[in-house]
Structure formats: structure tokens, C-alpha cells
């Protein structure tokens, strides 16, 4: 069974500072989903990353994917308030040519000015 | 461009009454749906996924059931809900033979 877990679950950072959140996974998987969820809201889609060593970056935001290790960052540079919301990593599965997500615990990030 | 449509958008139901939610996709042919349900606080838990019309596959046992009946609507359901089916569900469909899933805005179920 695929276990996708996120670290940390909670994070309050300042503004202007960077940070890091980590996603690993147990089972062999070559496509990794970043998304975020405001409060109340549905899921916005971030990042695609389809290979190993797939880096994606926009504006503060950068992704990146080492499947050999079985993980993926999110690094999250000089915070501004507006990123402030739940982030997911979603690991793919592939069954009978359909690929499946397993989705990560999220992440709740709040920026403090 | 492609759009998803839920409704309804919130939805308070006493328990042991029915359920029904629909999803509608415009704008592609023949998409994977997926339905998803999220706890208060939670992450995504699968429910059921459409590769095509009348074909579902369910991920959890549960009291829901999933149903295709045309190519671009998916239906969730249920004949008696429970106070475990309270959540956020969230449908969403991607391309065939690619993951990268698009969602739709989502109903807000409360069960009393």
C-alpha cells in the first residue's frame, strides 16, 4: 500500500523568511503533484513534476522531485502572507494504464507579518 | 476550456436520510472522474473513480455508492447517511492515460 507523508503538518513562519516542506512516499513512483487548498476551498493544482530531479519553480514557490529517495520538496522563499494555506503532495499510481493519486496529510502554513 | 461544475454547494442532511451529488464536466471527452472525501482538518481520502460510463471502481467499503451515467456527469449516493459521512467531497476529473487531476469547488456535507 502507498504512504504518502508530509512533514511538518503545522507551520507558522514570518514573513521574509524561507522554508522547506518535505513529502515522502514508500512505494516506487515517477510523477509527484504539489497542490494547495485554502480554507473553505477546493484544490488548486501547483506543480507537475513528471521525472527524477524535475525541478518547477513560480515566484516564491520551488518543487522539486528525487524518486530515488522517494521524496519532493517545497521550498517556499522570502514568504509573503498570500501563501498562506494548506499544501498537499499527491503521489501517483498507475493501474491498468490509469494513474491514481494517494495524497499526502497537507500541510497548514500560516505567514505571520 | 474545461470546467467542473458540484452542486449543491453545501447540503445539512438529518441521518439515515438519502444523499445525492452530482458533478458535471464541460469542456473534454471521455475523462477519468474521481469523487474524494475530506474530513474536517484532513487530508483526501479516494472514494470511487470512472474510467468510462456505467464503469466505477470503489476504493473504502462504506454506505456510498458512485454511478456514471453519461460520460460527462458523475453521481455520488447514498440511501441512509451516517455521521461519518459528514465531510468536504470533491470531484475531479483528468485526461485519460495522464494523473494531473483538476477539481471542482466542492459540497460541503454536514449530517445531524
Known amino acids: 500500500e502507498l504512504k504518502v507523508e508530509q512533514n511538518p503538518l503545522f507551520l507558522s513562519m514570518q514573513e521574509g523568511k524561507n522554508y522547506t516542506i518535505y513529502c515522502n512516499y514508500s512505494?516506487?513512483?515517477?510523477?509527484l503533484y504539489w497542490y494547495r487548498q485554502d480554507p473553505g476551498k477546493s484544490l488548486e493544482s501547483l506543480f507537475v513534476?513528471?521525472?527524477?530531479?524535475a525541478v518547477k519553480q513560480e515566484g516564491r514557490l520551488m518543487a522539486s522531485l528525487d524518486t530515488k529517495a522517494r521524496l519532493s520538496t517545497l521550498h517556499i522563499t522570502a514568504a509573503v502572507h498570500d501563501l498562506s494555506a494548506t499544501y498537499f503532495c499527491?503521489?501517483?499510481?498507475?493501474?491498468?494504464?490509469?494513474?491514481?493519486?494517494?495524497f499526502g496529510t497537507g500541510t497548514r502554513l500560516t505567514i505571520i507579518p | 476550456s474545461q470546467t467542473i461544475h458540484q452542486w449543491p454547494a453545501t447540503l445539512v442532511q438529518p441521518v439515515g436520510s438519502p444523499l445525492s451529488l452530482e458533478c458535471t464536466v464541460e469542456?473534454?471527452?471521455?475523462?477519468?472522474l474521481y469523487w474524494y472525501r475530506q474530513a474536517a482538518g484532513r487530508g483526501l481520502q479516494l472514494l470511487f473513480y470512472?474510467?468510462?460510463?456505467?464503469?466505477i471502481s470503489s476504493e473504502v467499503p462504506q454506505n456510498l455508492s458512485a454511478s456514471r451515467p453519461q460520460d460527462r456527469q458523475f453521481i455520488l449516493s447514498s440511501k441512509k447517511l451516517l455521521l461519518s459521512d459528514s465531510g468536504f467531497y470533491l470531484c475531479?476529473?483528468?485526461?485519460?492515460?495522464?494523473?494531473?487531476?483538476?477539481f471542482g469547488p466542492g459540497t460541503r456535507l454536514t449530517v445531524t
Open positions: 513534476l513528471l521525472s527524477n530531479g
Open positions: 499527491a503521489v501517483a499510481r498507475t493501474n491498468f494504464g490509469n494513474e491514481k493519486l494517494t
Open positions: 469542456g473534454t471527452s471521455n475523462p477519468n
Open positions: 470512472s474510467v468510462g460510463i456505467g464503469q
Open positions: 475531479a476529473w483528468s485526461l485519460r492515460g495522464t494523473g494531473e487531476q483538476y
Open positions: 512505494t516506487t513512483s515517477d510523477r
